[in-house]
């Protein structure tokens, strides 16, 4: 016969009384492969007069000799301080059952003996005393109050000559703020591991502590560690937190300047952003490839150096990379990175190779015979007649320029004119074959 498992726990306010902790069914029994519901009930242990519905509710189940086959599992709330725990083992025999309530600082236990399937055993033949499960009890509400969480802040990045910050948090089992048992020790390493700060954190308020130390730019660059020690419960804590200082970072851009094959130009330049000079590693190289990177096996051309650099200085170099005579007309990427601490930043330019325009290289002056002309010479005007053009208004001079241009039509056709009558006077071919000179 299946009986349901009822459980009362009571919570008391500062004292929780293990007399009347325990309230069990006799014979209760749970059937093997079947869900077996097991249920309390929360309510106030002065006068029973108010239930519990905002209890943290939790199950743990032991065999009987001691080993744990369910560890803190959280129980259904049901509402009006019922709260449930649906059991479902294949394994006949007796498991020591223990329901934890906690609820305001305080918690409570229903402990007790559970019978699955058709064991034919007592519980006397199981158990040599009762006491064993009350002692496990105890020690299950001892270890819930004695947890606690410390918490130590993330610092992640800090740059030279700012402050680093750290901040530590303690709250007990029940999220609530709690100091440690004393001073609380930190300590800082820079990369190389040298000890740089040993001294204790500022107690804000509770579970509140607070350090803050001023780092500089003469310090080195890189990971840096941060240990935090101390003790709650007389039982010993440690954090570590790793963040970097990173100095003086760098900007870098780029610029393509010659797109011709077989070799093409880009020009780097870096800005050292921080307050003091540092040397910077800097790479670049040319690849096809969009996402191409310095070492991945796309570069068709590469090389790297390194540059000390003024704060506040921006420095630029020209590189020429060999791309052969395979890539006209295709997509090719200038890449380049700059290097600061561990960290760096990057610059890509894309680019459309072209062919090299051919030049010719003639040198030849052409000669010819005689001696040459002079120049024709300009008529000046005399400058008088100029200033009283400019006098004129613009009526007058558009009728002083017509009438020079009737007058220069006039002049050439006087001209053709009388070089016609000279022709017809004096033909030029008879006169020549007189005086014989084509003869």
């Known amino acids: 016969m299946k009986k349901k498992y009822i459980g009362l726990i009571i ?44 209890a943290l509710c939790n199950t743990t189940i032991y065999y009987m000799n001691g080993t744990i086959l369910i560890n803190n599992s959280p129980m259904t709330n049901l509402g009006n301080g019922w709260y449930n725990y649906t059991l479902n083992i294949a394994e006949d025999g007796y498991y020591r059952v223990a329901h934890t309530c906690v609820r305001n600082n305080t918690a409570g236990v229903l402990a007790g003996i559970l019978k699955v399937g058709n064991s034919t055993t007592t519980i006397a033949e199981t158990i040599e005393d009762n006491t064993i499960q009350i002692n496990d009890t105890l020690e299950i509400l001892e270890n819930i109050s004695l947890s606690f969480l410390v918490e130590l802040s993330d610092a992640q990045e800090i740059l030279a000559g700012n402050k680093y910050r750290a901040t530590l948090f303690i709250t007990d089992y029940s999220s609530n703020p709690r100091n440690a ?24 308020k509770t579970g ?32 570590i937190d790793y963040w970097e200082l990173e100095s003086n970072p760098a900007e870098i851009t780029i610029q393509v300047t010659d797109t011709t094959q077989p070799t093409i130009g880009c020009t780097i330049y870096i800005a050292n952003e921080g ?34 650099i003024a704060a506040g200085q921006n420095w630029s170099v020209s590189k020429t990379m060999t791309i052969g005579s395979d890539y006209l007309g295709d997509t090719l990427y200038c890449k380049a990175e700059v290097f600061y601490g561990t960290e760096k930043s990057g610059a890509s330019k894309s680019f459309i190779v072209t062919e090299e ?17 002079e120049p024709p010479k300009l008529v000046e005007i005399p400058e008088s007649i100029v200033e009283k053009f400019g006098e004129l208004s613009i009526f007058k001079k558009v009728l002083v ?33 007189e005086k014989g000179i084509f003869d």
């Not at 069914?25 to 519901?37: K, L, Y």
């Not at 730019?217 to 840096?224: I, L």
């Not at 003091?276 to 991945?296: K, L």
């Not at 022709?423 to 030029?428: I, V």
């Open 357 to 373: 325009e051919e030049t010719t290289t003639d040198n030849t002056v052409a000669v010819v015979a005689g001696t040459p002309k």
């Open 275 to 308: 307050s003091s000079s540092q040397e910077y590693q800097y790479r670049w190289w040319v690849t096809n490839v969009v996402t191409g990177q310095y070492a991945d096996g796309t570069a068709i051309d590469s090389g790297s150096a390194a540059k000390n």
């Open 11 to 54: 919570l008391a306010v500062f004292v929780i009384s293990i007399d009347t902790i325990i309230a069990w069914e006799e014979d209760s029994t749970c059937d093997t492969n079947q869900d077996c519901p097991m249920v309390v009930y929360a309510i106030n242990a002065f006068d029973g007069s108010e239930t519990f519905s905002d």
């Open 401 to 433: 320029i017509i009438f020079g241009i009737l007058l220069v039509i006039l002049i050439c056709l006087a001209i053709f004119i009388l070089v016609t009558k000279i022709k017809e006077k004096h033909p030029m071919k008879s006169v020549v074959k």
């Open 181 to 204: 048992d004393a001073s609380i020790n930190i300590k800082l390493e820079d990369p190389t591991l040298n000890e740089i700060a040993l001294t204790t954190m500022d107690a804000n």
């Open 208 to 239: 509140k502590y607070t350090y803050s130390y001023t780092t500089s730019d003469a310090q080195t660059d890189g990971m840096w560690i941060t240990t935090v020690n101390g003790s709650v419960n007389g039982i010993e804590f440690s954090r």
